[in-house]
T-cell receptor, first 113, second 115 residues
Framework: DGGITQSPKYLFRKEGQNVTLSCEQN?????MYWYRQDPGQGLRLIYY???????QKGDIAEGYSVSREKKESFPLTVTSAQKNPTAFYLC????????????FGDGTRLSIL | AQKITQTQPGMFVQEKEAVTLDCTYD???????LFWYKQPSSGEMIFLIY??????QNATEGRYSLNFQKARKSANLVISASQLGDSAMYFC????????????FGTGTRLLVSP
C-alpha cells in the first residue's frame, strides 16, 4: 500500500544532542513537508521541499535542518540549537495538483531526557 | 497573510446527531483551496474533504459536507449522523498563496461524541 512512513514513533533527546527523524513516502509525490504540533495547537510548517535537492524554510525553521537527496526521503534533524524540541512532528507529501490534499505520516513524538 | 480561524475549542454532540464545526478564513487571493482534516488521539492526520474557491457546489464526502459561504469567508464542516469514532480533533486548513501546496492550519476543534 502507498503511504508515508515516519520513524521512530517515539524519540528521546539528551541536552546538546542532534537527532534525526525519518520520513519516507512511496506515493511518487514531488513535494514533502515537515510540521511541528504542540499540545492543543495546530500544525506549524518547519521546512518543505518541492523537488529533489531543493527545500525552503517554513515558519519555524530555526534549530532544524533537512535534506532531500531522494524523491522518497525527507529526513528532519533537530539540532541542539532548538531549545524547546519537545513536540509531535508530522511529515506530509503531496502531488503537484493543487486540488489534492497532503498525505500525512503517523508522526514522531520527541521528548527531552 | 492568510489566516484560518476556528473559534470552537471543543464541541459536544450526541451519537446520531449532526454537528457543525466552524471555520473562517482570510485571504486576498481569488484562487484558494480549503481542506478539513481529522486527527484521532493516535495522532495521524486524516484528510476528510476539499473545497476549491471556484467550485460551484458545496463539497460532500459521505457523512461529511462543507458549508462554503464565500462572501462570508466561511467553510464550516458538517458531520451528519455522528458516530463514537468521530471523536477527535478537527483542523481546517487553507492552501497558501504562491506556495506549491503549503497549508496554513487553524488551531482545531475537539469533538466529543457521546452515546
Amino acid at each position: 500500500d502507498g503511504g508515508i512512513t515516519q520513524s521512530p514513533k517515539y524519540l528521546f533527546r539528551k541536552e546538546g544532542q542532534n537527532v534525526t527523524l525519518s520520513c519516507e513516502q512511496n506515493l511518487n509525490h514531488d513535494a514533502m513537508y515537515w510540521y511541528r504540533q504542540d499540545p492543543g495547537q495546530g500544525l506549524r510548517l518547519i521546512y518543505y521541499s518541492q523537488i529533489v535537492n531543493d527545500f525552503q524554510k517554513g515558519d519555524i525553521a530555526e534549530g532544524y535542518s533537512v535534506s532531500r537527496e531522494k524523491k522518497e526521503s525527507f529526513p528532519l534533524t533537530v539540532t541542539s540549537a532548538q531549545k524547546n524540541p519537545t513536540a509531535f512532528y508530522l511529515c506530509a507529501s503531496s502531488s503537484r495538483d493543487r486540488g489534492q490534499p497532503q498525505h500525512f505520516g503517523d508522526g514522531t513524538r520527541l521528548s527531552i531526557l | 497573510a492568510q489566516k484560518i480561524t476556528q473559534t470552537q475549542p471543543g464541541m459536544f454532540v450526541q451519537e446520531k446527531e449532526a454537528v457543525t464545526l466552524d471555520c473562517t478564513y482570510d485571504t486576498s487571493d481569488p484562487s484558494y483551496g480549503l481542506f478539513w482534516y481529522k486527527q484521532p488521539s493516535s495522532g495521524e492526520m486524516i484528510f476528510l474533504i476539499y473545497q476549491g474557491s471556484y467550485d460551484q457546489q458545496n463539497a460532500t464526502e459521505g457523512r461529511y459536507s462543507l458549508n462554503f459561504q464565500k462572501a462570508r469567508k466561511s467553510a464550516n464542516l458538517v458531520i451528519s449522523a455522528s458516530q463514537l469514532g468521530d471523536s477527535a480533533m478537527y483542523f481546517c486548513a487553507m492552501r497558501d498563496t504562491g506556495g506549491f501546496q503549503k497549508l496554513v492550519f487553524g488551531t482545531g476543534t475537539r469533538l466529543l461524541v457521546s452515546p
